[in-house]
């Protein structure tokens, strides 16, 4: 089971938080209130900041099913703070794959944030199954789209002083993220696109937006952090001395708290809507 440690999610809560595509928010409050949705599922809800994101702008009543199976993740989230417009709180601590798919039934959105580019494709064929055979909708927030970018563009990548480059450093990750997460080979970087392929051929109206994270000196903490998982998946691929691995993240650390540059993390939302009024 891969492990997504609490320290983490509070880390990229904030961020996730004002990265969101507001775009897409508009078209999800819009739907909840026109078609009298009041059944939420989410999958994968880690510590619960989905919710915390999304309870207090849906407009009107909600009841909420959270999903986990993580039990000390599930453990905090029975201890969730609820809006007033929350009716209902059921927390589950279960599997994706077995539990999570059953629930779509009962349900009129479902959403999982942070959480695609873990799935497999096949698993992404079940839930637009499921989805589709119950009718609801799905919005899956702030997956992983595979940009990683210092910006400005980063001298040494024209040739400075470090063996390792940021294009090497962005494939290998990228390639890391395909390993399996525990639900069959993850889509990674794909999982968007494919998800959104999926969801129209079954007739959905969809719309995917960039919500990038943009990291400065203010998100250094965040950066340490991202390097230090850069580092150590990329070490598994790198074929040089790991060392100069640790040099180029020592820079661009560097670069990022000193201001020289900013770090943009791309991500991508999803929203699919079922056949009907839009
Ligand atoms: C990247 S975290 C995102 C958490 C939360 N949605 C957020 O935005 O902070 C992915 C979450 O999915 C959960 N998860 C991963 N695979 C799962 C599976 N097969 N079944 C249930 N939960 C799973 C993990 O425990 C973790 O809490």
């Not at 993740?73 to 798919?101: F, M, N, W, Y």
């Not at 998800?195 to 937006?209: H, I, M, N, P």
């Not at 640790?246 to 820079?251: L, N, R, S």
């Amino acid at each position: 089971m891969e492990i997504f440690d609490a320290a983490w999610l509070a880390l990229r809560e904030p961020i996730d938080g004002r990265s969101r595509a507001e775009l897409l928010l508009k078209h999800l409050y819009g739907a909840w209130e026109e078609r009298a949705w009041t059944r939420i599922l989410d999958l994968g809800s880690g510590t619960g900041a989905n919710f915390r994101y999304l309870a207090p702008r849906l407009p009107g009543e909600q009841v909420w099913v959270l999903l986990d199976h993580d039990r000390s993740h599930t453990q905090k989230l029975a201890r969730l703070q609820r809006p007033a417009l929350v009716s209902g709180l059921t927390i589950i601590c279960g599997d994706v794959a077995e539990e999570g798919l059953t629930a779509v039934q009962d349900t009129d959105l479902v959403t999982a944030s942070a959480m695609l580019d873990l799935v497999s494709e096949g698993w992404l064929q079940r839930i637009v199954s499921c989805c589709l055979a119950t009718g609801c909708g799905a919005y899956f927030p702030l997956n992983y789209n595979g940009g990683i970018n210092w910006l400005p563009k980063h001298a040494t990548e024209s040739g400075g002083n470090t063996v390792v480059n940021d294009n090497l450093v962005r494939e290998a990750v990228n390639t890391h993220q395909l390993t399996d997460k525990g639900l069959g080979p993850a889509l990674g970087p794909l999982a968007v696109q494919k998800a959104e392929r999926l969801f129209r051929e079954a007739g959905y109206w969809t719309l995917s937006v960039e919500s990038p994270w943009l990291l400065g000196a203010a998100d250094a903490p965040m950066v340490r952090r991202l390097l230090e998982g850069w580092v150590s998946a990329v070490a598994d691929l790198y074929s040089g001395d790991v060392s100069e691995l640790q040099v180029w993240a020592d820079e661009r650390l560097e670069d990022v708290s000193r201001g020289r540059c900013i770090l943009r993390v791309g991500h991508s939302d999803l929203l699919a809507l079922p056949p009907g009024r839009v």
